[in-house]
């Protein structure tokens, strides 16, 4: 026990005290920050766009453009309500945040009056040889926009503009001036325009209802599928953390063997003591990685809620489905069985090489593996009962990923037991293969030729002197 | 009476059917020096990996300490092996620290030693350097450092002198007769049989997995037929003349003729020249050649066992 925890000890520290590591920490939440952050970053850093509008026919088709795209608005705001309302459940809350969110104002458009309505006196100012006076001083004219119906029912829209990119306003006014030739067609031919107002506020009542449950209690709640969306997210994340923990004990162990230092050491420990005593000092480092991630993000979940004041974000939900004994106790079962699986197993890679182009090959197809589980937990977002998803399930190696998804489906005993003896049993097998690889790598009585020589004529091992 | 700290008894190792180790016997007694002497290949290393647990007989026993070697009897080991090295991005107190810990010393008394040695081997202003800014020279002896830290009893030292350069080879003799002096049991194998010669109580020849001789260095040359080596002016023919005192031959070195005589066991340098002498013979030379442990080597498994890995330093 005390070499198992002085090398495991050694292992932390070592990794502790390399920039890597710090990189790893913060990187990972910055990046997602960042993820989260640039759309509003970019959203928020553009600059405001000032144009002219001209409506040619009195201001008929301006007051129906501003009309229809306040109507989008609201329409967008529904869709989103609805979208939130599917994820979060139905908080009144929520959508009073919601709506006092998506009804402000979007100030990235700013109609000015440019004091004409000529194109060749406006043409300076769309081309920045002049600039008009606004709010926050002098600023470039971004498009000129007129509108006008040279004949009756053919509108027509003239934008100016020497930006080529930016197609949003065009796009709304356009859209807005469809829908009010749409509606006026059909005004025209005689249909009531409050029928037609009141056809766009038809939908249908949906009710979904559990059919294990009775009559009373059989409608689904919105919280009952947060715990799904838990499950694949600790999937993903389990999945992470194990891959980027295994690359670190590959790489840590070539050094070690290209080092020499593996014959210093078993002068003082045996293999099984070393080969512990390692996956426990990474696990350390991950368990570190885990709960610092952890803590962060319960703070920026504080922080946001803090934040948006009136939005009453289920975290109470999110935070309960996430601890749910019948999740979070398989989830650390699974991470525990997958990281000693992978990693003795990239441990016993990382014995046999000297370089990590050496491992390259033996990598290859640990590495498609470990891929698949990652694919299949994509799929099993859409289609968590397919057959497919069930079957690799069974795969002592994906099972770890894959039943984190499948947990939350009230699946069969059978399943659970049967994928879990599995995986225990598979896991004995490999850390005991693993380790007597190490042993013969450790000596280099073995290198990766003779695992590539396992898979061609049986393998033949190398005597020491 | 002298107590036995290691005992191979007919211990066999086979890879993959090639035998490694074949049925070799010997023990360490405390306080000797031994030398474990062999050409590269003939089973040295698998030796002492099996001495030390690291590796299983298929046959035969090891008693390290009396007992199976555990871990606990590892704690009372030094071992360096022939494949070394240390961690390249720890400083170097720390490595030292580090390997003491791991043989039970604690930690406040693992570093007061590693200053120490430090000290003593001249690399005390490096203790807090990373090992990797050490030269070649400068990490071997904190290997050898890391080794001795938790003063064992009994040092296992796989080829220490390979690598090292001429100074660094003495300054390791030094180091070895030291820790003799201090009592300490010193076992080491070497394809270099002057180191041997020159350190060791005793010594275990093997060769092709298999023992070839034990016993002490005197004991090994006295296996050696004795040569003497004779130039003459006068006619004689030295084969008539020393006849039942050895083989006799001639042979042309240079612009000169000599007279080699491999000796009859029993007969001496003094008995030729008395045999010379008595006949009239004049001689120019008379050289008695004093056998090497090389010699003895190549005299108990033969030259294709010895060579070519056999070497001199």
Same mark, same amino acid.
């Given at each position: 026990?005390?070499?198992?925890?002085?090398?495991?000890?050694?292992?932390?520290?070592?990794?502790?005290?390399?920039?890597?590591?710090?990189?790893?920490?913060?990187?990972?939440?910055?990046?997602?920050?960042?993820?989260?952050?640039?759309?509003?970053?970019?959203?928020?850093?553009?600059?405001?766009?000032?144009?002219?509008?001209?409506?040619?026919?009195?201001?008929?088709?301006?007051?129906?453009?501003?009309?229809?795209?306040?109507?989008?608005?609201?329409?967008?705001?529904?869709?989103?309500?609805?979208?939130?309302?599917?994820?979060?459940?139905?908080?009144?809350?929520?959508?009073?945040?919601?709506?006092?969110?998506?009804?402000?104002?979007?100030?990235?458009?700013?109609?000015?009056?440019?004091?004409?309505?000529?194109?060749?006196?406006?043409?300076?100012?769309?081309?920045?040889?002049?600039?008009?006076?606004?709010?926050?001083?002098?600023?470039?004219?971004?498009?000129?926009?007129?509108?006008?119906?040279?004949?009756?029912?053919?509108?027509?829209?003239?934008?100016?503009?020497?930006?080529?990119?930016?197609?949003?306003?065009?796009?709304?006014?356009?859209?807005?001036?469809?829908?009010?030739?749409?509606?006026?067609?059909?005004?025209?031919? $005689?249909?009531?325009?409050?029928?037609?107002?009141?056809?766009?506020?038809?939908?249908?009542?949906?009710r979904e209802l559990n059919p294990e449950r009775s009559a009373d209690a059989a409608e689904v709640t919105q919280g009952e599928r947060l715990p799904i969306f838990v499950g694949v997210g600790t999937a993903f994340g389990l999945w992470i953390v194990i891959f980027s923990v295994v690359n670190m004990l590959l790489t840590a162990m070539i050094?070690?063997?290209?080092?020499?230092?593996?014959?210093? !050491?078993?002068?003082?420990?045996?293999?099984?003591?070393?080969?512990?005593?390692?996956?426990?000092?990474?696990? +350390?480092?991950?368990?570190?990685?885990?709960?610092?991630?952890?803590?962060?993000?319960?703070?920026?979940?504080?922080?946001?809620?803090?934040?948006?004041?009136?939005?009453?974000?289920? @975290?109470?939900?999110?935070?309960?489905?996430?601890?749910?004994?019948?999740?979070?106790?398989?989830?650390? $079962?699974?991470?525990?069985?997958?990281?000693? !699986?992978?990693? +003795?197993?990239?441990?016993?890679?990382?014995?046999?090489?000297?370089?990590?182009?050496?491992?390259?090959?033996?990598?290859?197809?640990?590495?498609?593996?470990?891929?698949?589980?990652?694919?299949?937990?994509?799929?099993?977002?859409?289609?968590?009962?397919?057959?497919?998803?069930?079957? @690799?399930?069974?795969?002592?190696?994906?099972?770890?990923?894959?039943?984190?998804?499948?947990?939350?489906?009230?699946?069969?005993?059978?399943?659970?037991? $049967?994928?879990?003896?599995? !995986?225990?049993?598979?896991?004995?097998?490999?850390?005991?293969?693993?380790?007597?690889?190490?042993? !013969?790598?450790?000596?280099?009585?073995?290198?990766?030729?003779?695992?590539?020589?396992?898979?061609?004529?049986? $393998?033949?091992?190398?005597?020491?002197? | 009476? =002298?107590?036995?700290?290691?005992?191979?008894?007919?211990? =066999?190792?086979?890879?993959?059917?090639?035998?490694?180790?074949?049925?070799?016997?010997?023990?360490?007694?405390?306080?000797?020096?031994?030398?474990?002497?062999?050409?590269?290949?003939?089973?040295?290393?698998?030796?002492?990996?099996?001495?030390?647990?690291?590796?299983?007989?298929?046959?035969? *026993?090891?008693?390290?300490?009396?007992?199976?070697?555990?871990?606990?009897?590892?704690?009372?080991?030094?071992?360096?092996?022939?494949?070394?090295?240390?961690?390249?991005?720890?400083?170097?107190?720390?490595?030292?620290?580090?390997?003491?810990?791991?043989?039970?010393?604690?930690?406040?008394?693992?570093?007061?030693?590693?200053?120490?040695?430090?000290?003593?081997?001249?690399?005390?202003?490096?203790?807090? =350097?990373?090992?990797?800014?050490?030269?070649?020279?400068?990490?071997?002896?904190?290997?050898?450092?890391?080794?001795?830290?938790?003063?064992?009893?009994?040092?296992?030292?796989?080829?220490?002198? =390979?690598?090292l350069d001429p100074v660094n080879q003495y300054a390791l003799e030094q180091v070895v007769r030291k820790q003799a002096e201090a009592g300490r049991t010193v076992l080491f194998s070497t394809h270099v049989m002057e180191h041997a010669e020159r350190l060791c109580d005793k010594i275990v020849l093997i060769a092709k997995g298999r023992k070839?001789?034990?016993?002490?260095?005197?004991?090994?040359?006295?296996?050696?037929?004795?040569?003497?080596?004779?130039?003459?002016?006068?006619? *004689?023919?030295?084969?008539?003349?020393?006849?039942?005192?050895?083989?006799?031959?001639?042979?042309?070195?240079?612009? *000169?003729?000599?007279?080699?005589?491999?000796?009859?066991?029993?007969?001496?340098?003094?008995?030729?020249?008395?045999?010379?002498?008595?006949?009239?013979?004049?001689?120019?030379?008379?050289?008695?050649?004093?056998?090497?442990?090389?010699?003895?080597?190549?005299?108990?498994?033969?030259?294709?066992?010895?060579?070519?890995?056999?070497?001199?330093?």
């Amino acid at each position: 026990m005390r070499n198992i925890y002085l090398i495991a000890r050694r292992e932390f520290l070592s990794y502790v005290a390399t920039w890597g590591f710090w990189l790893s920490l913060l990187s990972v939440p910055f990046f997602m920050a960042l993820g989260f952050g640039m759309p509003i970053l970019i959203e928020n850093s553009q600059p405001t766009r000032y144009y002219v509008l001209v409506d040619e026919t009195g201001g008929r088709l301006e007051q129906a453009v501003y009309e229809q795209i306040d109507r989008s608005r609201e329409d967008e705001a529904e869709r989103v309500r609805e979208a939130a309302s599917e994820m979060l459940g139905n908080n009144p809350q929520v959508e009073a945040a919601l709506d006092n969110s998506l009804q402000l104002e979007d100030d990235s458009y700013v109609r000015v009056d440019a004091g004409t309505t000529d194109l060749d006196e406006l043409r300076p100012y769309l081309t920045g040889a002049a600039e008009l006076e606004t709010d926050e001083g002098p600023q470039p004219l971004f498009a000129a926009i007129y509108l006008s119906e040279p004949v009756p029912g053919r509108i027509e829209m003239a934008y100016w503009s020497t930006n080529l990119t930016d197609s949003r306003l065009r796009g709304d006014i356009r859209t807005a001036l469809r829908d009010y030739m749409q509606l006026r067609y059909l005004v025209d031919n $005689g249909v009531d325009p409050a029928l037609i107002e009141a056809a766009d506020d038809i939908a249908p009542v949906v009710r979904e209802l559990n059919p294990e449950r009775s009559a009373d209690a059989a409608e689904v709640t919105q919280g009952e599928r947060l715990p799904i969306f838990v499950g694949v997210g600790t999937a993903f994340g389990l999945w992470i953390v194990i891959f980027s923990v295994v690359n670190m004990l590959l790489t840590a162990m070539i050094e070690e063997k290209g080092n020499k230092v593996l014959e210093m !050491m078993l002068a003082s420990a045996r293999h099984h003591e070393i080969l512990v005593g390692k996956l426990l000092g990474v696990a +350390a480092v991950s368990a570190t990685l885990l709960l610092f991630w952890g803590a962060l993000a319960s703070i920026g979940g504080l922080a946001v809620q803090q934040v948006m004041a009136a939005a009453d974000i289920p @975290a109470a939900d999110i935070m309960a489905a996430l601890f749910d004994p019948a999740l979070i106790f398989p989830a650390i $079962g699974y991470f525990i069985v997958g990281y000693l !699986m992978y990693g +003795a197993v990239f441990l016993a890679i990382g014995s046999l090489c000297e370089t990590i182009q050496d491992a390259q090959t033996l990598m290859s197809p640990m590495m498609l593996i470990m891929m698949m589980p990652l694919f299949l937990v994509m799929m099993a977002i859409d289609a968590p009962d397919s057959p497919i998803v069930a079957v @690799a399930s069974w795969v002592p190696l994906w099972t770890p990923f894959i039943m984190l998804v499948r947990l939350p489906q009230d699946i069969g005993m059978v399943d659970i037991v $049967g994928t879990t003896l599995a !995986m225990v049993a598979t896991a004995v097998v490999v850390i005991w293969g693993a380790g007597v690889l190490f042993r !013969m790598g450790a000596l280099n009585q073995a290198n990766q030729d003779t695992v590539k020589s396992w898979f061609q004529f049986g $393998g033949k091992k190398k005597a020491a002197g | 009476m =002298s107590e036995t700290i290691l005992a191979l008894d007919g211990v =066999s190792k086979t890879f993959s059917g090639k035998p490694a180790v074949r049925d070799v016997s010997f023990t360490v007694e405390r306080g000797q020096i031994t030398g474990f002497l062999g050409p590269n290949g003939a089973g040295k290393t698998t030796s002492l990996r099996m001495a030390l647990g690291i590796l299983t007989p298929d046959r035969g *026993h090891v008693a390290l300490f009396g007992g199976p070697p555990r871990p606990g009897a590892l704690d009372r080991v030094g071992f360096l092996p022939e494949e070394r090295g240390i961690y390249r991005k720890m400083k170097v107190i720390e490595v030292i620290v580090f390997f003491a810990r791991l043989k039970g010393v604690r930690p406040a008394e693992a570093r007061k030693r590693g200053l120490a040695m430090l000290e003593e081997f001249g690399l005390a202003e490096v203790a807090e =350097s990373k090992v990797k800014t050490l030269s070649k020279g400068m990490a071997q002896k904190v290997q050898i450092i890391s080794t001795l830290v938790h003063e064992p009893e009994f040092i296992i030292l796989d080829e220490p002198f =390979s690598g090292l350069d001429p100074v660094n080879q003495y300054a390791l003799e030094q180091v070895v007769r030291k820790q003799a002096e201090a009592g300490r049991t010193v076992l080491f194998s070497t394809h270099v049989m002057e180191h041997a010669e020159r350190l060791c109580d005793k010594i275990v020849l093997i060769a092709k997995g298999r023992k070839a001789f034990d016993g002490t260095v005197a004991e090994a040359l006295g296996e050696v037929p004795r040569r003497v080596t004779l130039e003459i002016v006068s006619d *004689h023919d030295l084969a008539d003349v020393l006849a039942g005192k050895g083989a006799v031959h001639r042979e042309r070195q240079g612009e *000169h003729d000599v007279w080699i005589v491999d000796l009859t066991p029993g007969v001496d340098a003094q008995d030729i020249l008395k045999a010379c002498v008595d006949a009239n013979v004049k001689l120019t030379r008379f050289e008695p050649v004093r056998a090497h442990l090389h010699d003895a080597f190549v005299h108990l498994v033969g030259k294709d066992a010895a060579a070519p890995e056999a070497e001199t330093a």
